[in-house]
């Protein structure tokens, strides 16, 4: 196959992101590529011994003769995915450029995820709200200074945004309310502590107003079973709590930022 052919299939995709200078697909779409070009490109991973090769992105270079497979390990866990490794092959050549970004604290990361994958994944939907929040955001507005890890952080907090489980949230927000209770019965308070996987909604909150960057000692009073402490030692800061059933026993430290549940007596 030479170029000119290449450049003819690599013009007939109707899915994928599509820039001025090449076409992005996730594995997943791959029975959208022309079947001939789809040949080829297996044929050549072959000859250039990346059969083994992890990866679940695929570049295909408009104004080059190449073909770049990359592998994003997050795609699906990550609002904006961190580029791992790349493979760029040279078809003219018949040679191939590795770079490993894993060490590397400024990575290349992915936006628009939905464009990617076929319209009816069933990613789909989440991921245009993603791009959606961005697009309100204004995060959007300079492609060209977007694509690297610091620069997006950076453009994220210039804009009064904060990340929370990959979503965007106005660092002015005031999403906790604080009702009273207005059941006379008694509540056994301990039985309604969860298991959890990520930080709760207070936390949420002090984390997206830059009270939980690792300055602040943290005490979370009635702290159940700890799942906030967990997540929040797991990433360096200092952080203690009690409860009356699970941390009875834990000393009532004096801390920077308190977050405080109303403990029932009996």
């Known amino acids: 196959m030479d170029f000119v052919e290449y450049k003819k299939l690599v013009d007939q ?149 904060t990340l929370v489980d990959g979503r965007l949230y106005k660092n002015n927000d005031q999403t906790i309310t604080s009702t009273p209770a207005t059941h006379s019965q008694e509540i056994v308070r301990h039985k309604t502590a969860i298991d959890r996987n990520k930080l709760s909604s207070p936390m949420q909150s002090l984390l997206r107003h830059n009270y939980l960057e690792g300055k602040h000692t943290v005490f979370d009073y009635g702290c159940g079973k700890g799942d906030d402490l967990s997540i929040l030692r797991e990433n360096g800061i200092d952080a203690r709590g009690w409860a009356p059933v699970y941390s009875s026993d834990k000393a009532k430290n004096a801390s920077d930022v308190v977050k405080r549940h109303t403990i029932a007596r009996t």
């Open 13 to 161: 995709l109707k899915i994928g992101k599509k820039l001025p200078e090449a076409v992005y697909l996730h594995e997943s779409a791959m029975a959208a590529i022309p079947h001939d070009l789809h040949a080829y490109l297996f044929i050549i991973i072959g000859k250039l011994e990346l059969g083994s090769t992890p990866w679940n992105i695929i570049k295909f270079f408009k104004k080059d003769f190449k073909i770049s497979l990359l592998h994003y390990p997050s795609f699906f866990e990550d609002s904006y995915p961190a580029l791992h490794t790349s493979h760029t092959m040279d078809l003219e050549k018949g040679t191939v450029r590795s770079s490993s970004y894993e060490k590397s604290d400024n990575p290349p990361i992915l936006h628009r995820k939905e464009t990617f994958l076929e319209k009816k994944h069933p990613s789909v939907i989440l991921f245009r709200k993603i791009t959606q929040e961005g697009e309100k955001a204004g995060l959007y507005q300079k492609t060209r200074t977007i694509g690297f890890k610091k620069s997006w952080q950076s453009l994220i907090a210039k804009k009064g945004y």
